[in-house]
Structure formats: structure tokens, C-alpha cells
């Protein structure tokens, strides 16, 4: 019987490739603007490269870059590249189609909902209250709340406990297979690969379930507790 689903937040809930994508590249030509002599490519593998080192979700990135380049900050260019991100980072941050029906749909049938995610506390909460998705979950776990990465169990395993689920009461739907996927079979959930979030290229997902689109989800949660009603 499943009473519960789990979120992986970035491309499962949000594309958040396509939106990050848009911001630095706003960004970057705002810093070209603003006196920044490099062109577009250049400064393009720099940020990429300080996102290889820092990770992805490394908030401090147009700081680093122009430190390295100037061994200082130019708060000119700076302020021209944040301001840029920002804008172009709230414009492309919506949701992937469907996924507002099917929470809402979700809800509907007192299925409880949670979000695992990787990014740290301030980040996610930032995009869930901005995609107004904040007052839908019944618990959400972030970096801060473990400091452990999926597929490690640890997240997995606060998730439950505070939604007061057992693992085999739950989905764990995400994008990522060796991080959402392994980890949440570990602890003994049900698993559904977001393939429409893809961004590894990612053949076989080892879930129990594919989807292509959200909108499958509810679908799932009906045949899983038709079949539990038959037993």
C-alpha cells in the first residue's frame, strides 16, 4: 500500500539544468557589458570549470571568477552579472508540465507528499516557496538536514521518519539513477526513474518504474494499492 511519495527536486519537480543554463548565460553577457574584456566561450568554461571544482549549487561562483582574473572583485561587473542571474534564474525557474496537477491530484487521495533533496536548506526551500510548492509537502529533507548525499540512506531514512512511513509505504520518484534510485531501494522503497529529467543519458534505470512524464505518477499509486486491496 503506498501512503506516501517522495520528490528528488531538481529535474524531477523543476528543470533545473534549463534554468541554471539561462541564468549564467544572462549573466555572462551582463558581465560583457559591464567592461568584462573575455569573450562569451571564455568565461563560459571558467564558470564551468569553478562548478566542476564547487559543485553546481556553489553560490559564490561570479565572485571566484573575477577573483581569479583580477585578484580582486570589480563590484561593477559584479553586480551587473547577480542581477542578470537572478532575473533570468526566476524567469526560467517553473515547473515541468503536469507537475502541479499530479501534487495536487496526489493530495487529492490523501497520499502524503515529501521532498529528498541534495541542494543545501536555503536553495530548495527558495525554489519550492518561488514555485509556490511549499505549503504542499508534509516534510522535506535538504543537504543541511543530514549532510549526507543520496544514495547514502541517511536522508532517505529521515524522510520516513518524519512523514511516519514505512519504506514499503513509499515512491521515491527522481532523475538521477545511481543517487535517487539505488539509494531509496537500499532502504527498501518503491522507485519511479523521472526519465523525462534525464540529463545522464541514462539507459536502464534499474526503478521500478519509467516514466516520461509526471503525470503517470498517480496511475502508479492506483495500480500499486489495487493490487495491495486484491492480496
Known amino acids: 500500500m503506498i501512503n506516501a511519495v517522495i520528490f528528488d527536486l531538481d529535474n524531477t519537480l523543476v528543470d533545473f539544468m534549463l534554468m541554471k543554463k539561462q541564468a549564467v548565460n544572462a549573466a555572462v553577457h551582463a558581465m560583457r557589458d559591464a567592461g568584462f574584456k573575455l569573450t562569451a566561450e571564455e568565461i563560459h568554461k571558467r564558470i564551468d570549470d569553478i562548478y566542476n571544482e564547487r559543485g553546481i549549487e556553489f553560490q559564490n561562483v561570479f565572485d571566484e571568477l573575477l577573483y581569479r582574473e583580477f585578484s580582486k572583485i570589480d563590484y561593477k561587473i559584479l553586480s551587473a552579472g547577480v542581477i542578470a542571474y ?100 537500499k532502504v527498501g522503497m518503491k522507485t519511479v526513474f523521472a526519465r523525462y529529467g534525464n540529463t545522464f543519458g541514462t539507459v536502464t534505470s534499474n526503478a521500478d518504474y519509467d516514466i516520461d512524464d509526471i503525470a503517470q505518477l498517480a496511475g502508479i499509486v492506483r495500480k500499486e494499492n489495487d493490487e495491495h486491496h486484491k492480496r
Not at 518561488?130 to 516534510?139: M, P, R
Open 86 to 185: 537572478r532575473r533570468a534564474r526566476e524567469a526560467a525557474l517553473v515547473p515541468y508540465p503536469h507537475v502541479t496537477m499530479t501534487l495536487i491530484e496526489l493530495s487529492k487521495m490523501h497520499i502524503k507528499l515529501g521532498v529528498v533533496s541534495d541542494a543545501p536548506a536555503k536553495e530548495a526551500w527558495l525554489r519550492l516557496c518561488y514555485l509556490n510548492f511549499h505549503h504542499l509537502f508534509d516534510a522535506v529533507i535538504t543537504f543541511d538536514d543530514t549532510h549526507k548525499r543520496k544514495p547514502n540512506p541517511e536522508p532517505f531514512q529521515k524522510i520516513l521518519q518524519q512523514m511516519n512511513i514505512k519504506p514499503e509505504e513509499s515512491l521515491m520518484i527522481g532523475d538521477w539513477e545511481e543517487r535517487d534510485v539505488v539509494g531509496a531501494a
